[in-house]
């Protein structure tokens, strides 16, 4: 079996309707990292990852991974009775985890011809492009016209219409359905937007996540 693996909340959802749509069968986790657990990073490791004959590491920039986080925590799981400035400090959720865990796969990747890494925002930047690498290292044709027919059909408003219509609930039950249609932070499909964090943190929360960013030495 073939995987993708992610820290939740790194664009994987987007990424998995559109892989879906191309056929791939391929396993989806978080490795352990899921806001439901909220496991602190001393206890994930990358042994998962035996399971699997290529694997997929998909990572978003940590500022967006955690401000998005905080909503699929607060509004769709089981709630958070902190504040969002909590929540990007805190050990079990916040950015020093994610950091730590991208670098952690992201290390290993570099060990193993049978795993490559993606960005969620190269997939942004050329959606086909990426898609077709990714495809390709999934030992699957690549069908340009039909890569283009999918991403042309998975832009971000068509997506967010067709949870918001019930289209996702019949194939993705709960993974993409609102928790509560009225309250547009409920939404798997909330914003997508690259460099989002900024319009959503106070400037010393954006201080804070700028300096973890800046003060963390990746593997080598």
Known sequence: MDAVISFPKSGRTWLRVMLDQYGLALEWTHAGAGHGNGRPISKLDTSEARKYRRILFLHRDPRDTVVSGYYQKAFR?????????????????????????????????????????????????????????????????????????????????RMQAREREGDYARSYGKILTPSDPSQPDSFKVRKGKVGGYRDELSPEDIAYCDAAVAAFTPSR
Do not use: C
């Open 77 to 157: 799981r089981d709630g958070y009775a902190g504040t969002m400035s909590d929540f990007i400090r805190d050990p079990l959720h916040g950015i020093d985890k994610v950091l730590r865990y991208n670098d952690m796969w992201i290390a290993l990747a570099r060990t193993r011809p049978d795993m490559t890494v993606e960005s969620y925002e190269a997939l942004q930047a050329d959606t086909e492009g990426t898609l077709a690498r990714i495809v390709a290292f999934f030992g699957q044709p690549v069908d340009a016209e039909r890569i283009r027919q999918i991403v042309e059909d998975s832009r971000f408003e």
